[in-house]
């Protein structure tokens, strides 16, 4: 199964649409993704998107926080959200929480 947002048709090669799409399914080892293109663009895409403290590596990995995101999007698997320490049900009022002075 080939995943992909329409919006990412335009940043996104059909190779690295093809390679996105094992690593969501799993198929792939994705310990490589923080060093790839993929990553670097896919970042860009959703940097409006990612909290503050998970891009800054603070809070958690950009880069399982992508994955993750696309995890959700795609509704493939089950999202952990334990990377960012919050659970996945109350993730957006956490982040408003702490981005307003909460701690």
């Known amino acids: 199964m080939l995943f992909f947002l329409e919006e990412l048709q335009d ?16 198929k792939i080892d994705g310990s490589d993704f923080l060093n790839t293109d993929i990553y670097l663009k896919l970042f ?28 959700k999007i795609y509704g493939v698997g089950h999202i952990d959200f334990s990377i960012c320490g919050v659970e996945d049900e ?5 982040e408003l929480y702490k981005t307003y002075g909460g701690s």
Do not use: H
């Open 11 to 26: 940043i996104l090669t059909p190779e690295e649409t093809v390679y996105t799409s094992l690593l969501l399914s799993g």
């Open 44 to 71: 860009d895409y959703f940097s409006s998107e990612i909290p503050y403290g998970v891009a800054k590596c603070r809070t958690g990995e950009p880069d399982l926080w992508i994955i993750n995101n696309l995890k």
């Open 90 to 94: 109350y993730y957006e009022e956490v």
